[in-house]
């Protein structure tokens, strides 16, 4: 079945760097969109950024644009988010998700990996 | 930016009954949008897009209409396993934005 698994989450400091991961399984990923959003603790959803299946093309909400970089290997099955110079109101679970029809349409989506910004 | 207003934040309903969610935009999305579902600890769930289609595997008692600026999400009747967050979710491609509304919780009533 189609599966997502984020990690790479963790505490860090303001100013600081963080990389995550989402590997896939069960579809083609190679096909696909790809998607972060995210969720600070008790709130609500914020897409984060999306790349297109062959990385040609790649778009940020401006609350992390400049900051934050999205990639992503077809030979691994694999998405990132290179997280940069990191605020406290970056501190959310992050998720991927795929586009299930290229309209931005989030479908699955993983379980969610924390990031914590605190000294 | 679009900004979605969802209406109620709370919504309090029996189980059997029909539920009945709203979701407004600021300005036209056209069809352009989306409801997901989200249980305590889990993560979100895409149930209808472009407005009315609903997801393979979605039960039919989950249906989405509107168009432009206002939608809604209706639950003909309400399962225990139905209570959770709602959200409404609409792209755009100018200006380019993709952006979620606040979330409807739908509790036991």
């Known amino acids: 079945q189609v599966e997502l698994v984020e990690s790479g989450g963790d505490l860090v400091k303001p100013g600081g760097s963080l990389r995550l991961s989402c590997a896939a399984s069960g579809f083609t990923f190679g096909d696909y969109y790809m998607s972060w959003i995210r969720q600070a603790p008790g709130k609500g959803l914020e897409w984060v950024s999306y790349i297109s299946s062959s990385s040609s093309y790649t778009h940020y909400a401006d609350s992390v644009k400049g900051r934050f970089t999205i990639s992503r290997d077809n030979a691994k099955n694999s998405l990132y988010l290179q997280m940069n110079i990191l605020r406290a109101e970056d501190t959310a679970v992050y998720y991927c998700?795929?586009?299930?029809?290229?309209?931005?349409?989030?479908?699955?989506w993983g379980q969610g990996t924390l990031v914590t910004v605190s000294s | 930016e679009i900004v979605m207003t969802q209406s109620p934040a709370t919504l309090s309903v029996s189980p059997g009954e029909r539920a009945t969610l709203s979701c407004r935009a600021s300005?036209?999305?056209?069809?352009?949008l989306a409801w997901y579902q989200q249980k305590r600890g889990q993560s979100p769930r895409l149930l209808i897009y472009?407005?009315?289609t609903r997801v393979t595997g979605i039960p039919a008692r989950f249906s989405g209409s509107g168009s432009g600026t206002e939608f809604t999400l209706t639950i003909s009747s309400l399962q225990s396993e139905d209570f959770a967050v709602y959200y409404c979710q609409q792209y755009s491609n100018w200006p380019p934005s993709i952006t979620f509304g606040q979330g409807t919780r739908l509790e036991i009533k």
């Open positions: 300005q036209s999305v056209s069809s352009n």
């Open positions: 998700a795929r586009d299930l029809t290229g309209d931005y349409w989030f479908d699955p």
């Open positions: 472009d407005a009315s």
